[in-house]
DNA sequence: ACCTCACTAATCAAATTTGACTAGGCTGGA
DNA sequence: TCCAGCCTAGTCAAATTTGATTAGTGAGGT
């Protein structure tokens, strides 16, 4: 699976009642069309699949005020928000080599109660090390690892990559012990959408080094 | 662009002609379908559409000798030669953060000279200091990087696997200065794939730690 | 008054990916 | 002998993703 689901529900969940618009410039203004497959098409598409699976239910709205199509406004049901928790608690927890996922998922870490999420990362930093275990074993053949050849640079650099996510995952636990950021049940929580009619610091595109910020 | 085209293709042109089942296995083989989308029907849908483009010829052969439908057999063309080194080139030297990209691409650097494999590299890590600059600085707002809250763990992940990416790809490119593995035009290469009727040691599926070997 | 640009909000066709399924032949045990 | 299970080789529908395109509105310049 994707990230798109996750952001997704995770966007109208934060808004309440969302349009596509709104979600898509959320994402926007969170980077996540750099690092995940948040383009129109895709979040459009996400929005209607998930009204037809009863994750969300879709309001048609008038013409609306400022040009364009007509709008339709989203919002998330029960069974949405459930499916929401279950996709971040999998996202933290397992490692599945695809960064777009667990970056997703950190946007929503903090609707999470502070001990669960440290003990999810925790189960994510085993289950990088038990996968670590897996595949050095499996690739490391009795008659020496030069049968691979440079094939065996695959692997070493997946291993690579397993440890640096795992020492990275490990500093998270620490700063999440001790003390930082606002989790579920703590009080005014951080809200990392835009406001209806706020504008978005961030320009489309590439993160540009001129950013006339 | 995923990384399919390019391992489908090369794993046509290292076997000179090869049906879709025989490059199936090889990207088992190579363990592909763990960090890669390298299933059936990714497979045989790019074959198909690249034999259409005419990058791959195919041919119709006899039902064949055992058991299975009809089976086709690919060529690889001149176009279908460029092709595959402008995507082999292309993957080793930009950091797009998908990691299977650069994968599939290590599995054939060998099949560039050594000179030219290194100075790709070389240009792979520039690129990801020249990404890290333009990121660190669109993320470090004036106001003080509080003001992004839990939001900044996520390009603090991505910087540091950035990092981490760099730091690995420095270590490869020490190795083959140091003289490790066969490149283009320095003889006998080592050729990672399985010969008609090889048995393929590793079992479908995931790396099973109880591996039988 | 006219034209161009940018923004809002979304749609669409084409390409790709997923995951399940088909169908013939072979093998080994009851 | 018969049948369950596996291997070979691939197909197919449904879901998703991509990249381009549409269409209305308001602001600014000439």
Not at 116 to 136: D, F, H, M, S, Y
Not at 148 to 154: D, N, R, S, V
């Amino acid at each position: 699976m994707s990230a798109i689901r996750l952001l997704v529900l995770g966007a109208v969940r934060q808004h309440g009642r969302a349009h596509g618009y709104q979600v898509r410039n959320d994402l926007e203004y969170w980077g996540a069309h750099e690092w995940s497959n948040a383009k129109p098409g895709s979040i459009y598409h996400a929005l209607k699949q998930m009204a037809k699976q009863g994750f969300l239910v879709a309001h048609e709205i008038a013409p609306s005020t400022a040009g364009g199509p007509p709008r339709t406004e989203y919002e998330i049901t029960d069974k949405g928000t459930e499916e929401f928790l279950t996709l971040l608690r999998e996202a933290l927890v397992t490692y599945d080599q695809k960064p777009d996922i667990l970056s997703a998922a950190l946007g929503f870490i903090v609707d999470l109660p502070r001990r669960e999420a440290v003990e999810l990362l925790r189960r994510r930093v085993e289950g990088i090390e038990e996968w670590r275990r897996a595949v050095t074993e499996y690739y490391t053949p009795e008659d020496g690892p030069e049968r691979l050849g440079h094939i065996g640079e695959i692997m070493n650099f997946w291993v690579h990559s397993a440890d640096a996510g795992a020492e990275w995952t490990r500093g998270l636990i620490g700063r999440i012990e001790g003390g930082a950021y606002t989790f579920a049940g703590e009080g005014e929580p951080f809200v990392g959408v835009l406001a209806e009619g706020q504008e978005n610091p961030y320009a489309t595109g590439e993160p540009d080094p001129g950013d006339p910020r």
